[in-house]
């Protein structure tokens, strides 16, 4: 499970940390600024199809076993991964150049939408009674060692290509690469051993909306700000930091790169005091922090010396790393066992897909309508203070379900 989340979540990072130079080639605009947004809207494309993936790979999760929808999502994404590397450019078929584009996005988007919780609770509900944060997060942490990855293979490719070659065709190795890995992960997953599905197949989606639509909306408004601040820190901030901050390509991928690795270590020193101090206490504390600090750490980041952008990436990859260390296994409890594949990938995926994944495309509009350099932070903010208020008076102890039908010693 963890194997595939670094494949599959390097390929869909990628898209992101070359956002810039595919806006050039595939969206063509006397405005950069509009061809930027045109990017990141392909790259919003794929987050909107979350929610139907979830359902889609949740229902698959729910009937025919866990490992069966993380086998069948993470070709998903191999597949159109290795075709983005050998897609013609605008210059070159025009306006199917785009369309294809986003296309492939889009599958990748139904892939990512029931692959990442259904690894979750693979994990969590195999894992033992007492360290069921710590077994979860390495979902999670997989995840994260992908961005990484895609990060780092940027930075490489960014530093040793020049800007010409790599806008000529530099930028295509990552995604040559990230569908070679992603395919090693489909035949990593076929081995995984099968478990006996739920009874979900008894209920239709409507009815699963239907009867657990309040666990669903609290699931999904607890990760809104999270999923918001995720996307902002480890994917927007590479855009941010190289457009508006002036710094270099390279830079800015190399200080994404180091918050991302700062990331990777705390996660599972996060988790393990999430499950002794308790995963909601954990949660609450992290994402208050996360509301008092967005705005002085943004504008932290808005400036023309490195250090102060690395200290703000640092000090929010590791309020990151304390909210995720208790939200993925308090996700996992919060939804009951025989609908947990399917209500938790429609409610995560409502969060990260149509908020967090739309973030860099609303933070480009902010700062294009409004002019103001910090305008992002007031996107996050809100987000985070509908997630931090739920979270307060919306999550008591009834809404807890038992992650495993038995202890596991």
């Given at each position: 499970?963890?194997?595939?989340?670094?494949?599959?979540?390097?390929?869909?990072?990628?898209?992101?940390?070359?956002?810039?130079?595919?806006?050039?080639?595939?969206?063509?605009?006397?405005?950069?600024?509009?061809?930027?947004?045109?990017?990141?809207?392909?790259?919003?494309?794929?987050?909107?199809?979350?929610?139907?993936?979830?359902?889609?790979?949740?229902?698959?999760?729910?009937?025919?076993?866990?490992?069966?929808?993380?086998?069948?999502?993470?070709?998903?994404?191999?597949?159109?991964?290795?075709?983005?590397?050998?897609?013609?450019?605008?210059?070159?078929?025009?306006?199917?150049?785009?369309?294809?584009?986003?296309?492939?996005?889009?599958?990748?988007?139904?892939?990512?939408?029931?692959?990442?919780?259904?690894?979750?609770?693979?994990?969590?509900?195999?894992?033992?009674?007492?360290?069921?944060?710590?077994?979860?997060?390495?979902?999670?942490?997989?995840?994260?060692?992908?961005?990484?990855?895609?990060s780092g293979v940027g930075l490489v490719t960014a530093s040793f290509m020049a800007p010409e070659a790599l806008e000529l065709w530099g930028w295509r190795i990552p995604f040559a690469l990230g569908g070679l890995v992603a395919l090693s992960g489909w035949w990593i997953r076929r081995r995984l051993p099968m478990?006996?599905?739920?009874?979900?197949?008894?209920?239709?989606?409507?009815?699963?909306?239907?009867?657990?639509?309040?666990?669903?909306?609290?699931?999904?408004?607890?990760?809104?700000?999270?999923?918001?601040?995720?996307?902002?820190?480890?994917?927007?901030?590479?855009?941010?930091?190289?457009?508006?901050?002036?710094?270099?390509?390279?830079?800015?991928?190399?200080?994404?790169?180091?918050?991302?690795?700062?990331?990777?270590?705390?996660?599972?020193?996060?988790?393990?005091?999430?499950?002794?101090?308790?995963?909601?206490?954990?949660?609450?504390?992290?994402?208050?922090?996360?509301?008092?600090?967005?705005?002085?750490?943004?504008?932290?980041?808005?400036?023309?010396?490195?250090?102060?952008?690395?200290?703000?990436?640092?000090?929010?990859?590791?309020?990151?790393?304390?909210?995720?260390?208790?939200?993925?296994?308090?996700?996992?409890?919060?939804?009951?066992?025989?609908?947990?594949?399917?209500?938790?990938?429609?409610?995560?995926?409502?969060?990260?897909?149509?908020?967090?994944?739309?973030?860099?495309?609303?933070?480009?509009?902010?700062?294009?309508?409004?002019?103001?350099?910090?305008?992002?932070?007031?996107?996050?903010?809100?987000?985070?203070?509908?997630?931090?208020?739920?979270?307060?008076?919306?999550?008591?102890?009834?809404?807890?379900?038992?992650?495993?039908?038995?202890?596991?010693?």
């Amino acid at each position: 499970a963890v194997v595939g989340n670094v494949m599959e979540w390097y390929d869909f990072a990628v898209y992101g940390y070359f956002a810039g130079i595919l806006g050039k080639l595939f969206f063509p605009s006397s405005d950069p600024g509009l061809s930027l947004i045109a990017s990141f809207g392909a790259f919003a494309a794929g987050f909107l199809m979350r929610p139907l993936g979830g359902i889609l790979f949740g229902r698959i999760g729910d009937s025919l076993g866990r490992q069966a929808a993380m086998s069948l999502s993470v070709l998903a994404m191999a597949i159109p991964t290795v075709l983005m590397a050998l897609l013609p450019t605008y210059d070159q078929i025009g306006i199917f150049a785009p369309i294809t584009l986003v296309g492939l996005r889009v599958i990748q988007g139904l892939s990512v939408g029931g692959e990442y919780t259904s690894s979750l609770i693979y994990l969590a509900e195999n894992g033992p009674s007492h360290r069921k944060a710590f077994t979860a997060i390495w979902g999670s942490w997989g995840a994260v060692l992908g961005m990484l990855l895609g990060s780092g293979v940027g930075l490489v490719t960014a530093s040793f290509m020049a800007p010409e070659a790599l806008e000529l065709w530099g930028w295509r190795i990552p995604f040559a690469l990230g569908g070679l890995v992603a395919l090693s992960g489909w035949w990593i997953r076929r081995r995984l051993p099968m478990e006996p599905p739920s009874h979900a197949e008894k209920s239709s989606i409507r009815d699963v909306i239907k009867n657990y639509r309040s666990h669903i909306a609290r699931v999904a408004l607890i990760n809104i700000g999270f999923g918001v601040a995720y996307y902002t820190v480890f994917v927007y901030a590479v855009t941010y930091i190289r457009n508006i901050d002036q710094f270099s390509e390279s830079v800015a991928l190399e200080l994404n790169t180091l918050s991302m690795l700062i990331l990777l270590l705390a996660l599972p020193l996060a988790a393990w005091v999430s499950d002794r101090i308790g995963r909601r206490k954990m949660v609450t504390i992290s994402m208050s922090l996360l509301v008092l600090g967005t705005i002085p750490l943004f504008g932290l980041i808005h400036s023309s010396v490195e250090s102060p952008v690395f200290l703000a990436e640092v000090l929010f990859a590791l309020l990151v790393a304390m909210t995720s260390g208790g939200m993925v296994a308090l996700n996992v409890e919060l939804i009951p066992r025989e609908v947990r594949c399917t209500g938790l990938a429609l409610a995560y995926n409502l969060a990260h897909g149509i908020f967090g994944g739309t973030t860099p495309l609303i933070a480009a509009w902010l700062l294009r309508t409004t002019g103001d350099p910090i305008a992002p932070a007031y996107w996050l903010l809100g987000t985070l203070v509908l997630s931090t208020t739920t979270l307060l008076f919306g999550v008591k102890d009834h809404h807890i379900h038992p992650i495993s039908p038995e202890p596991k010693p």
